[in-house]
């Protein structure tokens, strides 16, 4: 069965340690390689519904996008839009500023999202 949540998490560093640590009890032959599929399947789905629900926080951006002669660019497959932004400046809603030299940003629909088209 397919899943029905992004993979994308498994890229941050909290998903990067889940997967290594799998890969340790699967070769150690502690838990079978389906058995790792499924937490990885429950740890997307957890992270997703996680924060759909629980960052509420709101930011304003500020950046260059990345590439030369800053051409507005970015991409859209399937539903998922990729920036890759430098120089990014967020302010918080407490006022607090993050700046950062280079960041990507993936966006993409949520489950519950409703299609404007299809009211």
Known sequence: MASLYYEFY????????LTDALDELITSGAITPQLAMKVLNQFDKSLADTMVKQV????????????????????????????SLRNAQFKMESNEMVNTPKIKIVACKNGDAVDPGKK
């Open 56 to 83: 509420k926080t709101k930011t304003t951006l500020k950046a260059r996008i990345q590439t030369p002669l800053f051409l507005c660019t970015y991409r859209l497959c399937d539903d998922v839009w990729t920036f």
């Open 10 to 17: 498994r890229g941050s560093s909290i998903g990067m340690a």
